[in-house]
């Protein structure tokens, strides 16, 4: 009869591991997660060079992000000022249980480093597309990585009822 007893202790001790081990693993997987990106080889290659700041908003919950206002700094070198114009964000789609979504951002500073832009009368832009241009933008896209760091923080998610 105590051989029976431990055997039965040593298998709800397993149990109990192995739940614990669950709840944790879900617990850190569980929720939603906002990261941005200037890399190219990462998130941000799916950015125009005119649009370079990738936003990545993961939702790993069961209920779906309305949006996500968040507040995005961009740094130069080793600087602490934040060199965008505008600090404050929204990202406005709306993303699913267990999906992600990315959206690609810009700010008059980086419009200024990166984009060649014509402005026509209405407001509208337009992307010159000579291949001149074309290649400045590149270039100036790759030295924009390379010289600039991306943060976001004050993150708030709303989500649907």
């Known amino acids: 009869m105590l051989v029976k007893k431990r055997g039965v202790e040593k298998l709800i001790s397993g ?4 739940s614990a081990t669950s709840l944790g693993v879900l617990a850190i997987l ?25 936003v990545r908003v993961q939702n790993r919950s069961l209920r779906t ?9 961009l740094f130069k070198g080793n600087r602490s000022r ?30 200024h480093l990166i ?7 209405e407001g509208s832009e337009s992307v010159n597309f000579s291949v001149s241009s074309a290649i400045s933008e ?14 976001i923080s004050d993150v708030r998610y709303v989500l649907l009822d």
């Open 15 to 18: 149990i109990f591991v192995i």
């Open 30 to 54: 569980y929720g939603q997660n906002i990261e941005a990106s200037i890399d190219r080889e990462g998130i941000a290659k799916q950015c125009s060079p005119s649009n370079p700041i990738a």
């Open 65 to 73: 992000i309305k949006q996500v206002h968040f507040r995005m700094e």
């Open 82 to 111: 934040n060199m965008l114009a505008d600090s404050s964000y929204v990202f406005d789609n709306l993303v699913k249980p267990f999906n992600s979504r990315i959206l690609c951002f810009s700010d008059e500073y980086t419009d």
């Open 115 to 121: 984009g060649i832009r014509n402005h026509q009368e």
């Open 138 to 151: 590149v270039d100036a896209a790759r030295a924009f990585v390379s010289s600039h760091s991306v943060y």
